[in-house]
T-cell receptor, first 111, second 119 residues
Framework: GEDVEQSLFLSVREGDSSVINCTYT??????LYWYKQEPGAGLQLLTY?????DMKQDQRLTVLLNKKDKHLSLRIADTQTGDSAIYFC???????????FGSGTRLLVRP | DTGVSQDPRHKITKRGQNVTFRCDPI?????LYWYRQTLGQGPEFLTY????????KSRLLSDRFSAERPKGSFSTLEIQRTEQGDSAMYLC?????????????????FGPGTRLTVL
């Protein structure tokens, strides 16, 4: 079945880069997403990548996709304390369909 | 604010009681989704609607759960005879429902959730 795996925790120093990794099993995944969840707030879509791409950059965020290895990563450049949150990787088979989420990576940014 | 809203934000109930949650999507969004999130986990898909039609239900949605979207706008999720295992955050999301072009996605916008505690 569909499965999305993430490491549980990442701690970085303010100003460093953060890299959050994700692996997925569904070879029919066509869209892969990164969501951010802060305490008491809803999930916020950060960025997404279509499966025929291998990289997407959006300001401080860089997404890398290795479709062969079913590996997705999110790099946050110049990480700030406001980036501390839980980051979820998600995939879907269709652009307008249910999302399958990982269990989330908690990012802690130390001053 | 025209985001997705959910009501109530918190609900505490006793085991065996029925509860109902409401979700108001972003206006003109055709698709509405319900997810459940337990502590330390990512959201799990429950069901979704295209306008008023319920198109898919997860096997997580037991017979005690029912969702409706009678006029294609707001939706309700009812849980009958609640159990302690139903304690979770129930998230609603909505999207325009447009078919994605190459590289486009139909972004799902999430509400703040309803936190259910079953005692």
């Amino acid at each position: 079945g569909e499965d999305v795996e993430q490491s549980l925790f990442l701690s970085v120093r303010e100003g460093d880069s953060s890299v959050i990794n994700c692996t997925y099993t569904d070879s029919s995944s066509t869209y892969l997403y990164w969501y951010k969840q802060e305490p008491g707030a809803g999930l916020q879509l950060l960025t997404y990548i279509f499966s025929n791409m291998d990289m997407k950059q959006d300001q401080r965020l860089t997404v890398l996709l290795n479709k062969k290895d079913k590996h997705l990563s999110l790099r946050i450049a110049d990480t700030q304390t406001g980036d501390s949150a839980i980051y979820f990787c998600a995939e879907s088979e269709d652009s307008s369909y249910k999302l399958i989420f990982g269990s989330g990576t908690r990012l802690l940014v130390r001053p | 604010d025209t985001g997705v809203s959910q009501d109530p934000r918190h609900k505490i109930t006793k085991r065996g009681q029925n509860v109902t949650f409401r979700c108001d999507p972003i206006s003109e969004h055709n698709r509405l989704y319900w997810y459940r999130q337990t502590l330390g986990q990512g959201p799990e898909f429950l069901t979704y609607f295209q306008n008023e039609a319920q198109l898919e239900k997860s096997r997580l949605l037991s017979d005690r759960f029912s969702a409706e979207r009678p006029k294609g706008s707001f939706s309700t999720l009812e849980i009958q005879r609640t159990e302690q295992g139903d304690s979770a955050m129930y998230l609603c999301a909505s999207s325009r429902g447009l078919a994605g072009g190459d590289g486009d996605t139909d972004t799902q916008y999430f509400g703040p959730g309803t936190r259910l505690t079953v005692l």
